[in-house]
């Protein structure tokens, strides 16, 4: 599984998404892209993010073929990994 980033710094969208799956414990690699560039660099960013992201933004978490790019979309997919249904009282980290 892999999570696509813009800076913790200066994107919350892309910080939540992280901070969510840290404190959960979920093992992913992070990619950072840098969202922070010039006009004439523009196109050579976007076209590092179009690779990962299918709408050109983040964070978009990728998942084999699966590519989720909405930080509420992406908590609810994490949290159906690690619910478990036949645990009546699941104690959330």
Do not use: C, H
């Amino acid at each position: 599984m892999k999570l696509v980033i813009g800076s913790k710094n200066y994107s919350t969208w892309s910080l939540r998404p992280w901070l969510l799956m840290t404190a959960w414990g979920i093992e992913f690699e992070e990619i950072s892209v840098s969202l922070r560039q010039e006009f004439a660099a523009k196109s050579l960013a976007d076209r590092k993010l179009g690779q990962y992201s299918p709408t050109f933004k983040v964070p978009v978490l990728l998942d084999g073929d699966l590519a989720i790019w909405d930080s509420m979309a992406i908590r609810e997919s994490v949290f159906g990994l690690i619910y478990n249904p036949a645990q009546a009282n699941m104690d959330l980290p």
